[in-house]
């Protein structure tokens, strides 16, 4: 058990740590949403490549909740996809991939903005 907790945490410390870093460092030119995108997209562009796949093997949870980790279900779901329907594989992979974390993601997002009210 402690062999797949430690590398989770390692990886997913570091990815963390460095958008965290970027941000500070940068003040005000990387902003929380650049981070968002940079991190996706090198986990689509990564898992493309076939790079990110080892890392998730090593790391599990460490790789694969962080924002890179949506990256790569989204390219590991248009992989997949194009390989069973050909071209239309690009445009439905990624989704069915990502499909239960983006639903995960809409439905708690509409829970805590029903349950609770913004300050501001």
């Known amino acids: 058990m402690f062999n797949m907790i430690i590398p989770a945490f390692l990886v997913g410390g570091v990815l963390c740590v460095i958008g965290q870093l970027l941000m500070d460092l ?24 076939g790079w990110y796949k080892p890392l998730v093997q090593i790391a599990g949870a460490g790789a694969t909740v962080p924002l890179t980790g949506f990256g790569y279900a989204l390219a590991k779901g248009v992989m997949e996809g194009v390989t069973k329907n050909g ?12 499909a239960a974390g983006i639903t995960a993601a809409v439905v708690f997002g509409y829970l805590a ?8």
Do not use: M, R
């Open 26 to 49: 940068t003040k005000p030119a990387i902003t929380p949403a650049h981070v968002l995108v940079t991190y996706v997209t090198a986990g689509a562009i990564l898992g493309g490549l």
């Open 87 to 98: 071209l239309v594989g690009v445009f439905t992979g990624g989704v069915q991939a990502a």
């Open 113 to 120: 903005a029903a349950l609770f009210n913004p300050k501001g």
